[in-house]
């Protein structure tokens, strides 16, 4: 059977977007909205909340700047002299103590070697007999000359004699009154004569030559031996060791009887007018210290400058020393060995930007730092870059803006986060 329909009946569509179903898409829309926002700009970074109290804060400042770096610095005397043992020995008796105001040349010890004291007289005696040789041989030089002039002056007068025959009988041979033979023999004999001066004349010229260079050689080998003499002598005078300057013996360290050998440390002498400190230094600055450097510390309520005499180049260690001395005032009873902690400017006085020094530099080396935000309730991990610095401040090299405050207390416990939460306790 048919269903029929009325003229009164309609058909009714269904509707599609009923008020449950935008609500429900609305719904969506937002959730989905949410999300992505989260995704896209939401912060994820870690967070800790920290108790404002246990941190400590400071301002980013713009300020005048010096570099310095503390140094250790030990008290030394401007000048100390050494005593080593010259010649070895026993020690025979000691004249001074330690702790002793001494004079140069002042008697401080001596020292006793037997081997060494007939080995000196053996060789003295050795010189003595040479110096004797030498001087025979001298004398007899001398001798010699004085022979062969004494030859030359009997020639001269035999000579002279002949000459004076010969002039007489060449008269009388002259008018035949003497045999020709005769007169002939008077010629040969003034002729032999003649030329045994000339011969005595020219040996006596090359012995007295040859006399000149032998003394001449002789002399200077005698002053070599008188010097040789001198030395050995002060062999004998080094086993008496005096005070090469005046000053304090701050060390004498033997006994009685006691063996020293040539070179051994004996003790040492401090000249205490005048005072120096010496200070290691890290080898990173040794490019950055020079002479003229000025340093200054604290003692009692007063401060000192000091000056960089002299930096020594050798590196042990790990560091290497330099040599200080006072500009001006010298701290009352200053004592050898005295420690001073000194403050070494590395630069001039220039205008930075600054943090102070804090235990954040541990974590983090000076790369990154919390700077505290608008409120100053939340602190934000920032990278910085630091410049050089003293014992007071780091200089900002980038990263750091003039009046923002950063967290400068220890980073030990935060870790890898990125955001402090500061709480009120």
């Given at each position: 059977?048919?269903?029929?329909?009325?003229?009164?009946?309609?058909?009714v569509?269904?509707?599609?977007?009923?008020?449950?179903?935008?609500?429900?898409?609305?719904?969506?829309?937002?959730?989905?909205?949410?999300?992505?926002?989260?995704?896209?700009?939401?912060?994820?970074?870690?967070?800790?909340?920290?108790?404002?109290?246990?941190?400590?804060?400071?301002?980013?400042?713009?300020?005048d700047?010096?570099?310095?770096?503390?140094?250790?610095?030990?008290?030394?005397?401007?000048?100390?002299?050494?005593?080593?043992?010259?010649?070895?020995?026993?020690?025979?008796?000691?004249?001074?103590?330690?702790g002793?105001?001494?004079?140069?040349?002042d008697?401080?010890?001596?020292?006793?070697?037997?081997?060494?004291?007939?080995?000196?007289?053996?060789?003295?005696?050795?010189?003595?007999?040479?110096?004797?040789?030498?001087?025979?041989?001298?004398?007899?030089?001398?001798?010699?000359?004085?022979?062969?002039?004494?030859?030359?002056?009997?020639?001269?007068?035999?000579?002279?004699?002949q000459?004076?025959?010969?002039?007489?009988?060449?008269?009388?041979?002259?008018?035949?009154?003497?045999?020709?033979?005769?007169?002939e023999?008077?010629?040969?004999?003034?002729?032999?004569?003649t030329?045994?001066?000339?011969?005595?004349?020219?040996?006596?010229?090359?012995?007295?030559?040859?006399?000149?260079?032998?003394i001449?050689?002789?002399?200077?080998?005698?002053?070599?031996?008188?010097?040789?003499?001198?030395?050995?002598?002060?062999?004998?005078?080094?086993?008496?060791?005096?005070?090469?300057?005046?000053?304090?013996?701050?060390?004498?360290?033997?006994?009685?009887?006691?063996?020293?050998?040539?070179?051994?440390?004996?003790?040492?002498?401090?000249?205490?007018?005048?005072?120096?400190?010496?200070?290691?230094?890290?080898?990173?600055?040794?490019?950055r210290?020079?002479?003229?450097?000025?340093?200054?510390?604290?003692?009692?309520?007063?401060?000192?400058?000091?000056?960089?005499?002299?930096?020594?180049?050798?590196?042990?260690?790990?560091?290497f020393?330099?040599?200080?001395?006072?500009?001006?005032l010298?701290?009352?009873?200053?004592?050898?060995?005295?420690?001073f902690?000194?403050?070494?400017?590395?630069?001039?006085?220039?205008?930075?930007?600054?943090?102070?020094?804090?235990?954040?530099?541990?974590?983090?080396?000076?790369?990154?730092?919390?700077?505290?935000?608008?409120?100053?309730?939340?602190?934000?991990?920032?990278?910085?870059?630091?410049?050089?610095?003293?014992?007071?401040?780091?200089?900002?090299?980038?990263?750091?803006?003039?009046?923002?405050?950063?967290?400068?207390?220890?980073?030990?416990?935060?870790?890898?986060?990125?955001?402090?939460?500061?709480?009120?306790?």
């Amino acid at each position: 059977m048919g269903l029929r329909m009325s003229g009164m009946d309609k058909i009714v569509k269904k509707k599609t977007w009923t008020a449950g179903r935008l609500t429900a898409l609305g719904l969506g829309i937002v959730f989905v909205s949410l999300v992505l926002y989260k995704l896209l700009w939401g912060d994820f970074s870690t967070k800790l909340n920290v108790e404002s109290a246990r941190i400590s804060t400071a301002k980013v400042i713009r300020d005048d700047f010096q570099e310095f770096i503390p140094i250790t610095g030990n008290v030394l005397p401007i000048e100390t002299v050494f005593l080593d043992a010259v010649e070895g020995g026993v020690v025979e008796r000691i004249y001074a103590e330690e702790g002793q105001n001494v004079e140069a040349g002042d008697t401080l010890l001596r020292l006793g070697n037997t081997g060494l004291l007939l080995s000196i007289l053996q060789q003295e005696t050795q010189l003595f007999e040479q110096v004797n040789n030498l001087r025979n041989t001298k004398l007899a030089m001398e001798e010699k000359r004085i022979s062969l002039e004494e030859q030359l002056l009997e020639i001269d007068y035999q000579l002279q004699e002949q000459r004076d025959l010969f002039d007489r009988n060449q008269q009388l041979a002259d008018h035949k009154v003497i045999a020709e033979e005769e007169f002939e023999r008077i010629r040969y004999r003034l002729d032999y004569l003649t030329r045994r001066k000339h011969l005595a004349v020219q040996s006596y010229r090359q012995d007295s030559i040859f006399r000149t260079q032998q003394i001449r050689q002789l002399e200077g080998s005698l002053s070599r031996m008188e010097a040789t003499m001198e030395v050995v002598q002060q062999r004998l005078e080094d086993l008496v060791v005096r005070a090469p300057i005046a000053g304090q013996l701050t060390s004498l360290t033997m006994e009685i009887g006691e063996l020293k050998t040539q070179g051994q440390r004996l003790g040492q002498i401090d000249k205490l007018d005048r005072y120096k400190v010496r200070a290691s230094i890290d080898e990173h600055y040794i490019r950055r210290v020079f002479p003229g450097q000025e340093g200054e510390f604290e003692l009692s309520g007063d401060s000192f400058r000091l000056v960089v005499h002299k930096v020594y180049p050798e590196v042990l260690n790990g560091s290497f020393e330099v040599d200080l001395m006072f500009s001006d005032l010298v701290p009352e009873d200053i004592r050898r060995g005295q420690t001073f902690h000194i403050k070494l400017a590395l630069g001039r006085l220039v205008e930075a930007l600054l943090i102070p020094r804090g235990g954040f530099f541990q974590q983090t080396g000076g790369k990154w730092i919390f700077v505290l935000q608008a409120g100053g309730e939340v602190a934000v991990k920032r990278p910085i870059r630091l410049g050089r610095q003293n014992t007071q401040h780091y200089e900002v090299l980038e990263g750091l803006e003039p009046g923002e405050t950063v967290i400068v207390s220890s980073y030990e416990n935060y870790g890898d986060i990125d955001k402090l939460v500061l709480k009120q306790q």
